[in-house]
């Protein structure tokens, strides 16, 4: 069993930057893919980012050139770092492991955290 605790998130004014930070108890960290999804009220989960085993990312067009995805094997440790944030971007964020498959889709995923609120005022 994995688990993922994520931590960073927060309340921040438009244009502002969080880093959200995840950490798994996985020992070998290192051979899973690593995505980052959001879910707001009345919306579903969506793909925000992903890092790949090789450390190849991936990135929603709704957060590219804002965010960045990031891991320390080293600290079994995945990382977000949302800057220009935006209203649209309050939600609930989620990280998750995964060991095969599309990084896109939520269905892929085998293990995820509890979630942390990220919250932006205009």
């Known amino acids: 069993q994995v688990q993922l605790i994520e931590s960073g998130g927060g309340l921040v004014q438009a244009g502002g930057s969080l880093r959200l930070s995840c950490a798994a108890s996985a020992r070998t960290f290192n051979i899973f893919h690593m995505g980052w999804f959001r879910q707001a009220p009345g919306k579903e989960r969506e793909f925000v980012a992903a890092?790949?085993?090789?450390?190849?990312?991936y990135y929603a067009d709704s957060v590219k050139g804002r965010f960045t995805i990031s891991r320390d094997n080293a600290k079994n440790t995945v990382y977000l770092l949302m800057n220009s944030l935006k209203p649209e971007d309050t939600a609930v964020y989620y990280c998750?492991?995964?060991?095969?498959?599309?990084?896109?889709?939520?269905?892929?995923?085998?293990?995820w955290g509890q979630g942390t609120q990220v919250t932006v005022s205009s």
């Open positions: 890092i790949s085993r090789a450390g190849g990312t």
């Open positions: 998750a492991l995964a060991n095969v498959g599309s990084l896109l889709y939520t269905g892929t995923y085998d293990y």
